[in-house]
C-alpha cells in the first residue's frame, strides 16, 4: 500500500503528506539530526508523551537523544483537519510489527523551509508495566489491614526488604537467582501493612544501593516523573518513580548517603530521611550499617505525615522502641543555612533558595559547619569499609555480575584498610557533635542537591561530577544520624524544562514527626 492509499491520507496535501512520511522515515531510522529539522526550531514548540511534556526545540532535542527509536511499525489510518492557512492537525494511527498500535497528533505549519511539526503529543504501544521501574507488581501484590489510618494507599517497596515468598534482587540479575526466599515480611514492611496500605509491587534500586543517580546497568533507568529525559535520582530510583508517576502513593526507601532525598528532590516529591536506628532495619540488606536509614516517599506532605505518625508511633509500629521527644510537640520556629552548602550549590539554585528565605517569615541564621568535604571523605571510607564487608564475599564469587559504575565503587572498597576506617570513624566523632550542637535550637535548612537532575544522556564524568557534588551536601545528615526531609519548594531551569530542586531542613534525632509538621507548615507558606 502506498502513501496515498492508506486510508484518510487522499484528503492530505501532497506537500504535507511527504513530509508526513519523511518524518516517519526519519523516526524508524532514528535520525536525530533529520528528527530535528522537522520540529518547529521555536521555543514555543511542545511535544508530550505518557512521560509528561517537553516545551522548547531544544529540550525536545535534549530528550530526544536518549529516546533510542521506536519499534517497527507502519501507518495504517491518518485523519486531517485544517486549522487555518498553512495550519493542520494530523493525526495518524499507527500498528506496530510487534503486536499493539499506537496514536500520534501533530499540529503542523507551514514555513519557508516547508511544513514543520509546532505541537506533538504520542501515545505509544501500551506496557504492561515498566520493568525499569518495576521487578513485578500486582493490584495489589499483597492487601493490607482493609481499614486504618492509611487504608486505600498502595505500597512500592525497594528491592532490598524482605518480603516473604519473594528473594531480595538488590538490582542485580546474577544476586537475585543466587539467593533463597525470604522466610517473614520486613518489619518495615509489615508495619504499613498493618496501617492498611496495600502492597503495588517491588520496585527497583541501583545495584546494592550503591549510587544516587538512579540508572541500572541491568535493568534500565526508570522514568522521572517530574522531568521527562532526566535522571531519576537514586538509590530508591524505583519507588520515587512510581510515586511520581502515580503507580503508588508511597514509595518504602533507604537513605544511606542520600538515597530518599536525591530522588525525590529530582522528581518533585516529599522523602523523609529518619534518625538512624529509628526505625529496625530487620529484613533489610545492607549496605553500610552504620548509616543505613528507613524511611518515606510520597507526593503530598500529608500522606507523608500519616505514614511517620503511624510507622513511628507504638500503635503503628510493631518494632520500633524508641521514645520520640519534641516529636510530641513542636520544633522552634528558627533556622540556619549552612554557609559552605550555599557556596556549593549552582547559581539557579543559590538564587531560587535565597528567594525561597525571603518569603518564609521566619529567623534565619547562617552558619558554618566546616568543609562539606571534611565530612564526605570520612563518610565514604567507612560506607565502602562496611559495604565491602556485607558483598566482598559474594562479588569474588561473581565478578562480572556489576555494571561498570558500581562495580568500580567495589574495588575502591576492597582497598579500604582496618587504619583508614578507624582513622574516618575518629574524623567523623567531632563532625557529629558538631551538628548535634547545631540543632540544639534551631533546623538546618538547604537545597536538598546542587541543582536539577542530569539529563540521561549525561556522560559518565557529568554524572560522577554530579555525584561528588550532591554527596558533599547529602553526607552531613547521615554522619549525624538525624532525620531530614526534601520538600518540593524550588524551580530552577535545565536544559529539559523547568525544574524540581527540593528544600532540605535537617532537626535533632527523634523530633521526625515534629518535622513533618514543620516541613508542612513550611510549605503551607511558600
Known amino acids: ?70 519499534a517497527d511499525r507502519v501507518i495504517e489510518r491518518i485523519e486531517y483537519r485544517p486549522l487555518g492557512d498553512g495550519i493542520a492537525l494530523v493525526v495518524s494511527v499507527s500498528r506496530f510489527t510487534i503486536g499493539g498500535r499506537g496514536l500520534q497528533t501533530q499540529v503542523w505549519q507551514r514555513t519557508a523551509d516547508g511544513w514543520r511539526i509546532t505541537a506533538a503529543h504520542v501515545s505509544g504501544r501500551p506496557q504492561p508495566f515498566n520493568r525499569a521501574m518495576w521487578r513485578t507488581v500486582g493490584d495489589p501484590l499483597f492487601q493490607g489491614a482493609w481499614q486504618g489510618p492509611l487504608a486505600g494507599l498502595t505500597v512500592a517497596v525497594k ?14 540479575p546474577t544476586y537475585v537467582d543466587s539467593v533463597a526466599p525470604e522466610p517473614r515480611t520486613a518489619p518495615a514492611v509489615a508495619d504499613l501493612l498493618r496501617g492498611g496500605a496495600s502492597l503495588r509491587g517491588i520496585a527497583r534500586t541501583d545495584e546494592f544501593a550503591y549510587s544516587i543517580a538512579g540508572d541500572n546497568a541491568h535493568y534500565g533507568t526508570p522514568p522521572n516523573g517530574a522531568l521527562p529525559g532526566a535522571l531519576p535520582g537514586g538509590s530508591s530510583s524505583g519507588p520515587a518513580s512510581a510515586v511520581a508517576t502515580g503507580q503508588a502513593d508511597i514509595g518504602l526507601a533507604t537513605d544511606t548517603a542520600g538515597s530518599i532525598r536525591v530522588p525525590a528532590s529530582y522528581q518533585g516529591l516529599w522523602g523523609l530521611r529518619t534518625t538512624h536506628n529509628l526505625v529496625p532495619r530487620a529484613g533489610l540488606l545492607p549496605l553500610a550499617q552504620s548509616f543505613d536509614t528507613i524511611g518515606w516517599i510520597t507526593r503530598d506532605g500529608e500522606t507523608l505525615q500519616r505514614v511517620a505518625e503511624w510507622c513511628l508511633s507504638y500503635d503503628g509500629s510493631a518494632s520500633t522502641e524508641r521514645v520520640f521527644g519534641a516529636s510530641s510537640g513542636d520544633l522552634p520556629w528558627e533556622f540556619r543555612v549552612p554557609t559552605e552548602v550555599l557556596d556549593a550549590v549552582e547559581p539557579d539554585t543559590r538564587a531560587a533558595f535565597e528567594e525561597f528565605l525571603d518569603t518564609l517569615g521566619a529567623p534565619v541564621q547562617r552558619v558554618p559547619i566546616g568543609a562539606l568535604v571534611g565530612y564526605q571523605e570520612p563518610f565514604r571510607v567507612v560506607q565502602a569499609a562496611e559495604a565491602w564487608r556485607n558483598n566482598g564475599d559474594w562479588i569474588r564469587e561473581h565478578p562480572d555480575a556489576l555494571g561498570p559504575a558500581v562495580a568500580a565503587r567495589f574495588r575502591d572498597a576492597a582497598r579500604v584498610t582496618a587504619d583508614d576506617e578507624r582513622a574516618a570513624r575518629a574524623a567523623l566523632e567531632p563532625l557529629k557533635a ?15 542537591v546542587p541543582g536539577p537532575a542530569p539529563m540521561r544522556t549525561s556522560d559518565g564524568a557529568q554524572v560522577d561530577a554530579t555525584r561528588a557534588a550532591t554527596l558533599r551536601m ?27 530542586v527540593g528544600v532540605c531542613v535537617i532537626a535533632r534525632a527523634e523530633t521526625d514527626i515534629a518535622l513533618v509538621r514543620q516541613a508542612r507548615r513550611i510549605a503551607s507558606l511558600i
Open 474 to 500: 547529602t553526607t552531613p545528615a547521615a554522619v549525624a544520624g538525624v532525620p531530614a526531609v526534601s520538600i518540593p519548594l524550588l524551580t530552577v531551569p535545565s536544559p529539559l524544562g523547568p525544574a524540581p
Open 159 to 172: 528491592d532490598l526488604f524482605a518480603i516473604k515468598g519473594y528473594r531480595i534482587g538488590a538490582g542485580n
Open 1 to 70: 500500500m502506498t502513501a496515498r492509499e492508506i486510508p484518510g491520507a487522499a484528503d492530505v496535501p501532497a506537500d504535507l503528506l511527504e513530509a508526513l512520511f519523511a518524518y516517519e522515515a526519519a523516526i524508524l531510522a532514528d535520525d536525530l539530526d533529520e528528527l530535528d529539522r522537522w520540529f518547529l526550531d521555536s521555543p514555543a514548540t511542545l511535544r508530550g508523551d505518557d512521560a509528561g511534556l517537553l516545551v522548547g526545540h531544544d529540550a525536545i532535542s535534549a530528550f530526544r537523544g536518549l529516546r533510542g527509536g521506536v
Open 434 to 448: 558538631r551538628l548535634d550542637d547545631i540543632l540544639g535550637g534551631a533546623q538546618l535548612i538547604l537545597p536538598t
